[in-house]
């Protein structure tokens, strides 16, 4: 990029960069590193200039597309350590040929993206992207504005150069003057369309995603386990190889909005602790001394646990799309119930729970003895050794109770557990309507 590509850069707020298509730092180098492994792996199958970025680098591309004079055969891309996505895509609704993600020492690097023939013309590609999105991006902008310096030549009355030098007259540009055709627009991405068809389009973007499958992948073990941290490194593989991926979490007892308003008051009332019970239990009160866990009103107050936990968990299901991953799914959940509410007579909840729970397609259990989840979390309501011994007899106890439950010890190290699992999700080809393979 050009120093004044650079000083426009450096006026759009951060709190815009991911919307307007700009990379991180850290994105940006494991898409360069990529599109040089990737480049080096295939160069006997690779047409001149086959290699098709953004104008602006590697580092600017979702997916790096190889162009290649014939098809590489799968076991080649699977030696190198490349993962096929077109079966996972598939499956979310996204029909693909080619895609692999490209990884080192198991990690995700970016997504590449095979074909046979000639690239397009880059300008060709801008323009259909922003049609395609209804929008044009600061990507876009300084996108077209490389391809300036480069020689290419802009159509004279495409409305996407037209939004595009008012963004950048916008950030106090000059490189696409003649193309501008209005008022400056002060903030990116710039509709192409009128608000009413802008706000149709956005509604009808927000249907699509609801109505596309989303496969769920369930993430269980005692606190300390290591599931948020493997949760993350997964949901960044599958964000790096652009798969769209979600997040839940969620445990009976929390989160309860108005619930726990009544509870406290009614705890008040009665000159009782208001602490939720949840904690009390958590720092060793034997639950049973509680009035909330004894009787019919124990009985009540856990089922209205739980049927506000599963609300939060759909609430939360709702939002995501593609890849949903549960830090924490049922068998946490039956334990959660197990150690809270113990003394109350819970069978009706656990078959609320085991129905209204979103089924899984992958299960995977992290086991790590009491002294190493106790070591990890030491600040925890639940960072007690005896606690944490409790509730992993528990999960033991349970562990039959999960079907096709994948195990792993959770103390090797997250890359390596979130490699596992990446691969794992990359390898579900047969799936059907339950959700089983």
Same mark, same amino acid.
């Given at each position: 990029m050009s120093t004044e590509d650079d000083e426009l850069l450096g006026r759009v707020p951060r709190s815009l960069r991911a919307a307007n298509g700009i990379p991180d730092p850290e994105q940006a180098a494991a898409r360069e590193r990529a599109a040089a492994l990737a480049s080096e792996a295939l160069a006997d199958l690779?047409? $001149? /200039?086959?290699?098709?970025?953004?104008p602006l680098g590697p580092g600017w591309s979702r997916d790096i597309d190889l162009h290649l004079q014939?098809?590489?055969?799968p076991a080649r891309l699977e030696a190198l350590g490349w993962v096929p996505l077109d079966p996972l895509l598939h499956y979310l609704g996204t029909l693909s040929r080619g895609e692999w993600a490209v990884t080192e020492d198991g990690t995700v690097l970016a997504s590449v993206d095979l074909h046979l023939g000639s690239p397009p013309d880059p300008v060709t590609t801008l323009l259909n992207r922003c049609r395609r999105r209804g929008e044009v991006r600061v990507r876009e902008v300084l996108e077209a504005r490389a391809l300036l310096r480069s020689g290419y030549t802009l159509p004279v009355d495409d409305p996407v150069i037209h939004v595009a030098a008012r963004i950048e007259a916008g950030l106090g540009g000059q490189a696409l003057a003649p193309w501008r055709d209005? $008022? /400056?627009?002060?903030?990116?991405?710039?509709s192409l369309s009128s608000p009413v068809r802008r706000r149709f389009r956005e509604g009808l973007a927000i249907l699509r995603s609801a109505l596309?499958?989303?496969?769920?992948?369930?993430?269980?073990?005692?606190d300390g386990s290591g599931k948020s941290t493997l949760s993350r490194l997964v949901t960044r593989n599958l964000d790096r190889a652009g798969v769209p991926v979600g997040y839940v979490w969620a445990r009976p007892g929390m989160r309860l909005g108005w619930v726990n308003g009544l509870a406290q008051a009614a705890k008040r009332l009665v000159g009782q602790d208001p602490s939720p019970g949840f904690e009390l239990v958590a720092k060793g009160t034997p639950a049973g001394g509680l009035a909330s866990r004894r009787g019919i009103l124990g009985w009540i107050w856990a089922m209205l646990v739980t049927l506000s936990f599963l609300v939060d968990v759909h609430r939360q299901h709702l939002m995501s799309r593609g890849i949903v991953l549960y830090d924490r799914h049922l068998l946490d959940t039956l334990v959660t119930l197990d150690f809270v509410y113990e003394g109350v007579d819970l069978r009706l909840h656990y078959a609320v729970v085991r129905l209204g729970l979103p089924k899984p397609l992958l299960s995977v259990y992290l086991s790590v003895p009491?002294?190493?989840?106790?070591?990890?979390?030491?600040?925890?309501?639940?960072?007690?050794?005896?606690?944490?011994?409790r509730q992993l007899e528990s999960y033991e106890a349970r562990l039959g109770e999960i079907k096709d439950l994948h195990l792993l010890n959770g103390c090797r190290p997250a890359n390596e557990l979130a490699a596992v699992v990446t691969r794992w999700l990359s390898e579900l080809q047969n799936i059907d309507g339950a959700g089983r393979r």
């Open positions: 690779l047409l $001149p /200039d086959g290699v098709r970025t953004s014939d098809w590489p055969k209005g $008022p /400056d627009i002060g903030e990116a991405p710039g596309r499958p989303r496969l769920v992948v369930a993430v269980s073990g005692v009491a002294e190493v989840a106790t070591a990890r979390k030491p600040e925890d309501i639940f960072g007690v050794y005896a606690i944490i011994r």
